[in-house]
C-alpha cells in the first residue's frame, strides 16, 4: 500500500565548467576515407542534399532494400520483412525517494527543492516581514472551481517595531502539477498553458499594528478581526474598508487602522477565539470573555482554572457556550459557559509538557486533537477521557500547529518546530509490513519552510496555508492510495 509522498527534495548546486579548444584541434586536417575506394562520385548512392556521415538522415531509407531488376541493375523497394530496432534507453530511470533528512544541516551547496507533480497545487510568497499568526478570510470572490481565490489575514512579527496586520488577497491559482511536464499538443500549445492563462498574484491591504501579532482570528461575519499583542493587549479592528480597497485598486493597498475595541491584559497571550454572535473569547494567564451587543464587546467574565498560561482555545462545533482550552500546564479544559463556576467542567492531563495547540474535530464533533512541546500530538474522544484515541510521536521538535480537515474527518495536518508539515489519516490500520520511519497512516511530507508557526485549511476548497518565517506557502498534496 503506497500512502506516503514527499514534495521536498534535496539538490546541489552544480559548479560550473568551461572547455576551451586548443590550437592543435583547429589546425588538424582529416582525411576521407572514400577518396582511397571512390575517384569520382560515379556508381555510388548518395542520399540526396544530405551528409552520409549522420545515421538519422538514412531513417528514412531504413525499410528499404536493393533488389535485381533481371537487367543488370538494381533498385531500392520496400523491405516486407524490415523490423525497427528498439532504441536503448539513453538515460537511467531516476529512482526518486523521500527525503527525510534533517533541514538544519544541508550543505552549504545544498538547498531543498520541491516537485511539481507531488502536489495538484503548490504557491509560495511572502511579504515584508515574518507572520506568526493567519486565518482565513471570506472574501467576495471566493470561488470553488479554477481559478481559486483565497483571502487571508495576518500580522507581522518586525524587528523594527514597524508592525502591520494584511489583508491579503491570492488570486489566478490554478493547478500546477503539471508544470514541469513538456507535452504538448498538436498545435504546439501546452496542456498547461491551455489550463493556466493568466500568472498567480498576491495583493493586500496593510494598516499599522501596536506590537507583534502573536494571533491573529477573523470573524466573516461582522467583518473584523482581532489581535493578541506580544504588548500584552487584545484587539478588535474592522476591516470592510480594507477589503474594499483591496479590490478597488488592487497591488499594495495602505489602508488606515480602524479599532473597534482594546484591552490591557498584562502579561502577553496566544489563546484567541470568536464564538457565537461575535462573542470573543482570549486567554492568558486566565480565560476572559468578551459578549458582543451586536456593534460592541465588553468584558463580563474571568475564568481562572487553569495553572499557567492558555495557549489555544477552540469553541465547539454544536454547542454554542462549550469552549475547549489547553495550556502550559499540560492540560486541556472543557468549559461551558453557562455554569456560573470559576473551573472547567473537565479536564484532561494531556501531555508530559506544555499543550501548545488544539483542534475540535467539525466533522467528528467528539474528537479534540492536540499538539504539545513533547514533539507528540494525540486524539481525544470527549466521551471517554480517560484515555487518548491516538498518540502519535514521529515528529523531532515541538508541535506548533494542528488542523482537522474540514471535509474529512479522519484527516489530520500537523506543523513541527522540526519544519516539516505532515498530513496523517487516522482511519487507515497497518497491514503487512510498514516501511521503517513511516507510520502506515502518515499521508504526506511537507519541507522547504523554516520555522513553521501556524497552518489552516480552507473550509471550501482543500488547501492548506501555512506561515513561517521565510513564506507562506499555499498547497494540496496529490495524494494517491493505491492498494497492493
Not at 488577497?169 to 498545435?187: I, R
Not at 498553458?193 to 498574484?201: F, L, S, T, Y
Not at 498560561?309 to 469553541?315: A, G, L
Request: aromatic letters at 8%.
Amino acid at each position: 500500500m503506497k500512502k506516503v509522498s514527499s514534495g521536498s527534495k534535496p539538490i546541489k548546486r552544480p559548479k560550473q565548467e568551461t572547455i576551451s579548444k586548443t590550437s592543435d584541434e583547429e589546425n588538424l586536417i582529416y582525411e576521407d576515407p572514400a577518396d582511397d575506394e571512390f575517384e569520382s562520385e560515379e556508381g555510388a548512392i548518395v542520399h540526396s542534399g544530405s551528409s552520409i556521415g549522420e545515421a538519422e538522415d538514412w531513417e528514412d531509407f531504413e525499410n528499404l532494400r536493393l533488389e535485381d531488376t533481371g537487367t543488370g541493375d538494381v533498385q531500392l523497394v520496400v523491405d516486407p520483412n524490415f523490423q525497427a530496432m528498439e532504441e536503448e534507453e539513453s538515460k537511467e530511470e531516476v529512482v526518486k525517494e523521500i527525503w527525510v533528512g534533517d533541514s538544519h544541516k544541508l550543505k552549504a551547496d545544498e538547498v531543498l527543492d520541491f516537485e511539481n507533480e507531488a502536489y495538484d497545487l503548490f504557491y509560495r510568497t511572502s511579504v515584508e516581514w515574518p507572520c506568526l499568526s493567519l486565518d482565513i478570510l471570506q472574501g467576495s470572490a471566493n470561488i470553488s472551481s479554477f481559478p481559486y481565490s483565497v483571502y487571508l489575514a495576518s500580522g507581522s512579527q518586525a524587528t523594527s517595531g514597524d508592525n502591520k496586520v494584511y489583508i491579503m488577497k491570492w488570486s489566478e491559482l490554478y493547478k500546477t502539477k503539471d508544470d514541469d511536464k513538456e507535452e504538448s499538443s498538436e498545435d504546439g500549445i501546452s496542456s498547461s498553458d491551455e489550463e493556466e492563462g493568466m500568472e498567480a498574484k498576491m495583493e493586500y491591504a496593510e494598516f499599522c499594528h501596536q506590537g507583534v501579532v502573536n494571533r491573529i482570528r477573523t470573524n466573516n461575519e461582522l467583518g473584523v478581526v482581532a489581535t493578541w499583542s506580544d504588548r500584552g493587549s487584545v484587539q478588535i479592528f474592522n476591516i470592510k474598508e480594507s477589503l474594499e480597497m483591496l479590490e478597488k485598486q488592487g497591488g499594495l493597498v495602505k489602508s488606515p487602522t480602524n479599532t473597534i475595541a482594546s484591552w490591557r491584559m498584562g502579561n502577553e497571550g496566544y489563546g484567541l477565539c470568536w464564538g457565537q454572535n461575535g462573542w470573543l473569547y482570549a486567554g492568558g494567564d486566565c480565560l476572559y470573555i468578551y459578549p458582543c451587543d451586536g456593534a460592541s464587546w465588553a468584558h463580563s467574565q474571568t475564568l481562572t482554572g487553569h495553572a499557567a498560561s492558555i495557549e489555544d482555545i477552540q469553541r465547539s462545533p454544536t454547542e454554542p457556550s462549550v469552549l475547549a482550552t489547553c495550556s502550559a500546564d499540560k492540560t486541556i479544559k472543557i468549559w461551558d459557559l453557562r455554569t456560573a463556576n470559576d473551573d472547567s467542567q473537565l479536564t484532561i492531563n494531556a501531555h508530559s509538557s506544555d499543550v501548545n495547540v488544539i483542534t475540535w474535530n467539525t466533522i467528528e464533533t467528539s474528537q479534540i486533537a492536540s499538539g504539545s512541546d513533547d514533539s507528540t500530538f494525540k486524539v481525544w474522544d470527549l466521551r471517554f477521557t480517560d484515555k487518548q484515541a491516538a498518540c502519535i510521536k514521529w515528529h523531532s521538535d515541538s508541535i506548533t500547529s494542528i488542523a482537522w480537515n474540514p471535509t474529512d474527518a479522519s484527516e489530520i495536518a500537523v506543523a513541527s518546530a522540526d519544519d516539516r508539515i505532515t498530513i496523517w489519516d487516522l482511519s487507515v490500520e497497518a497491514e503487512g509490513e510498514v516501511e521503517p520511519g513511516f507510520p502506515s497512516q502518515l499521508l504526506f511530507i511537507h519541507q522547504g519552510q523554516e520555522d513553521i508557526k501556524e497552518i489552516v485549511y480552507h473550509p471550501s476548497l482543500n488547501v492548506l496555508v501555512s506561515t513561517a518565517a521565510n513564506s507562506f506557502n499555499l498547497f494540496r498534496p496529490s495524494i494517491n492510495v493505491e492498494d497492493e
